[in-house]
Structure formats: C-alpha cells, structure tokens
C-alpha cells in the first residue's frame, strides 16, 4: 500500500504486532485494534491473501506474514497562523507499507498422472520463498566431574570430585611455593 496518509509511527506501532504471525491470528488482532492505521492494515493483509490464493494456490491457513515494513512517503508542507503574524510549518506525514506473505509448511505441487494425483519429488524454484524449519533446541548436558580434565605443565589427569581438584590446585601451590623457596636458598 503506497501513500498512507497516516505517519510512519503510528503504522509502525500496528505493523509490529502483527509481524511473523499467522495470518489468521494476524487478522483477528487487526480486527478489535483501536488504532488508526489498523483497517488499511487489514485491507492490506486481505489483498495480499487473497493474491496468494489467486495467483500461487496457496491456503490461508498456511500462510504467516514473513515481513512487513513501513516506510515514508512524500511529506505534505502546511503553514499554521502563529501570535504575531507569524506561520510555523506542519509535516503531514504518508506512509508506504509492503507485506510478504509464506507458507508454514511447503507443500509440493501435484501433477496427474493417467487420472492419480502423484506429488513431484522434485520441486522446481519458484517465486514463492520458503521458510527453513527450525530446529528444537537442545537441554545443555549435565557435566560429570569424572569427565572433566585438569591439563598443567603438559599433564591432563583427570578429577573425579570438586574436593580432589581443590586438593591438587593446593598441592600444585605447595609444590611452587617449595621450588621457589629452595632457588631463593641456593643463591
């Protein structure tokens, strides 16, 4: 939609909330929206689902808004009477927004073959984009400490309690405390 006459922060503010939701929850929030700029968002949405429909053969149901921006068009310069004859200018403010709709599950197109429905395997490229899936994200691992490596000076031993490691760091102490004692005695 080009050359709404409503400024880019208002549009902004409505834009935001609808962003990578589904269509349907999309609409249904624009629906009961008290702002301003919520119905030519709608309007909007509604031409863009229905041009998926039309012209890919795309289900509303599997459709989520992928981007939407809003930018600024043309400023419209006015001059309001100030005290003393003087003027102070007003910006009226227009907006151009631009909404990109995509599938939530890609389903590959169908070709008949000798009267069955076969699906193609093969998918061609097309303009329509695809969205990859997300992965599930994975706990962290507990941590043994029988796993854990304590590496110094070269040597990797490993530890198999809190107390033991707290042990060898004194020990490891003790050892350079004595080293160092014993050069400062030969000089």
């Known amino acids: 939609m080009r050359f709404l006459r409503i400024a880019p922060r208002k549009v902004r503010l409505v834009a935001d909330l609808i962003r990578s939701k589904t269509v349907v929850a999309a609409e249904s929030q624009l629906l009961f929206l008290s702002k301003g700029s919520a119905r030519p968002m709608l309007k909007l949405l509604n031409s863009a689902v229905a041009n998926a429909e039309n012209n890919f053969k795309l289900k509303k149901d599997n459709l989520f808004i992928k981007r939407i921006m809003v930018d600024e068009g043309p400023k419209l310069k006015r001059w309001r009477p100030r005290a003393f004859g003087r003027a ?61 490596k304590h590496e110094s000076k070269g040597k990797t031993e490993i530890l198999t309690k809190p107390e033991e490691q707290k042990k060898k760091s004194f020990l490891d102490f003790k050892n350079i405390k004595d080293k160092f004692t014993r050069r400062l005695g030969e000089r």
């Open 88 to 148: 102070t200018p007003i910006l009226k403010r227009s907006s151009h927004i631009t909404i990109i709709l995509d599938e939530l599950k890609v389903t590959p197109p169908k070709t008949k073959v000798k009267g069955k429905i076969k699906t193609v395997k093969s998918v061609a490229k097309s303009s329509v984009h695809t969205t990859p899936t997300k992965e599930k994200e994975t706990a962290r691992p507990v941590v043994d400490f029988k796993e854990i």
